[in-house]
């Protein structure tokens, strides 16, 4: 089993920036690792991902350029970088686990492992 834990959010204003982390543990075999956003009453969406294989990452629309993944093998943790927050960034942000053959993937059903959220809340 995977277990997977999220920290870094927090409060900001508009313009500001944020690291998250996600550590990760267990002996479960996952490729793929992905960060999720869900606002009060939106539904899940993918923010970005990052595959092992190939070292592929993807990014949505709404963040690309603004956000970054990056991990460190050593703590077996996996980051993203915010900037240039937004307040429609406000959300609860997962990020998640998975093995998927090729790539990485921005839909959330996808990843059967999930960490409990970090609340990030951007001020304007």
């Known amino acids: 089993q995977m277990q997977l834990r999220e920290s870094g959010g927090g409060s900001v204003q508009a313009g500001g920036s944020l690291r998250l982390s996600c550590a990760a543990s267990?002996?479960?075999?996952?490729?793929?690792m992905g960060w999720f956003r869900q606002a009060p009453g939106k539904e899940r969406e993918g923010v970005g991902c990052?595959?092992?294989?190939?070292?592929?990452?993807a990014y949505a629309d709404s963040v690309k350029g603004r956000f970054t993944i990056s991990r460190d093998n050593a703590k077996n943790t996996v980051y993203l970088q915010m900037s240039s927050l937004k307040p429609e960034d406000t959300a609860m942000y997962y990020c998640?686990?998975?093995?998927?053959?090729?790539?990485?993937?921005?839909?959330?059903?996808?990843?059967?492992?999930w960490g409990q959220g970090t609340q990030v809340t951007v001020s304007s």
């Open positions: 998640a686990a998975a093995n998927i053959y090729a790539g990485c993937s921005l839909s959330a059903g996808n990843y059967p492992y």
């Open positions: 267990g002996r479960t075999y996952t490729n793929s």
């Open positions: 990052f595959s092992t294989r190939g070292m592929y990452t």
